[in-house]
T-cell receptor, first 115, second 119 residues
Framework: DADVTQTPRNRITKTGKRIMLECSQTKGHDRMYWYRQDPGLGLQLIYYSFDVKDINKGEISDGYSVSRQAQAKFSLSLESAIPNQTALYFC??????????????FGAGTRLSVL | AQKVTQAQTEISVVEKEDVTLDCVYE???????LFWYKQPPSGELVFLIRRNSFDEQNEISGRYSWNFQKSTSSFNFTITASQVVDSAVYFC????????????????FGKGTLLTVNP
């Protein structure tokens, strides 16, 4: 099983619909992140969380919200989806200690299409 | 502000050729980390390497090698004897470090280089 699991892997929705993307991890990391990837633009940070009570906006948080339900779970919501939110979304985790300190490990991605 | 530039948008080589992917970064931090990730056609992001700004030693892992030069703010990635399975988008990324007083959380990504290895 993957250490960082994203569901669903693919989703098609309509403009104005509310949608939730889910992320769970078994790595035991405190830090979790949501990114979006648009063709030719690399990855941009949407939200990040250092622990269950600490949630912060990234560089492109408008139109998105998140919920950290537990150390292992971090969900991203689009309250009212619009076509320019069509993208590939990634969840990532990282730890602050040990040999893997500061390395972000990514899920397989969720491909979202907003029609 | 931090910035990562991958000037090569696309590279195409023939199998067994050596290929170097360039990465130039900008940061005001004294300590920072550099990374390379691979994104194969299946879409996932695979971590390849992390380099601390204090460690300028080059690294080799099988057919992969990395050349870190602080003097030119570059962290280049070379694949020796490329194979079709190396075809992917490769991302270089930068984050601040613990001693810089920065946030030590955000990865700044380059826009990626699409490498195509033809048989």
């Amino acid at each position: 099983d993957a250490d960082v699991t994203q569901t669903p892997r693919n989703r098609i929705t309509k403009t104005g619909k509310r949608i939730m993307l889910e992320c769970s991890q078994t790595k035991g990391h405190d830090r979790m992140y949501w990114y979006r990837q648009d063709p030719g633009l690399g990855l941009q940070l949407i939200y990040y969380s250092f622990d269950v009570k600490d949630i912060n906006k990234g560089e492109i948080s408008d139109g998105y919200s998140v919920s950290r339900q537990a150390q292992a779970k971090f969900s991203l919501s689009l309250e009212s989806a619009i076509p320019n939110q069509t993208a590939l979304y990634f969840c990532a985790t990282s730890d602050l200690t040990g040999t893997v300190k500061n390395i972000q490990y990514f899920g397989a991605g969720t491909r979202l299409s907003v029609l | 502000a931090q910035k990562v530039t991958q000037a090569q948008t696309e590279i195409s080589v023939v199998e067994k050729e050596d290929v170097t992917l360039d990465c130039v970064y900008e940061t005001r931090d004294t300590t920072y980390y550099l990374f390379w990730y691979k994104q194969p056609p299946s879409g996932e992001l695979v971590f390849l390497i992390r380099r601390n700004s204090f460690d300028e030693q080059n690294e080799i892992s099988g057919r992969y090698s990395w050349n870190f030069q602080k003097s030119t703010s570059s962290f280049n990635f070379t694949i020796t004897a490329s194979q079709v399975v190396d075809s992917a988008v490769y991302f270089c990324a930068l984050s601040d470090g613990e001693d810089s007083g920065g946030s030590n959380y955000k990865l700044t990504f380059g826009k990626g280089t699409l490498l195509t290895v033809n048989p």
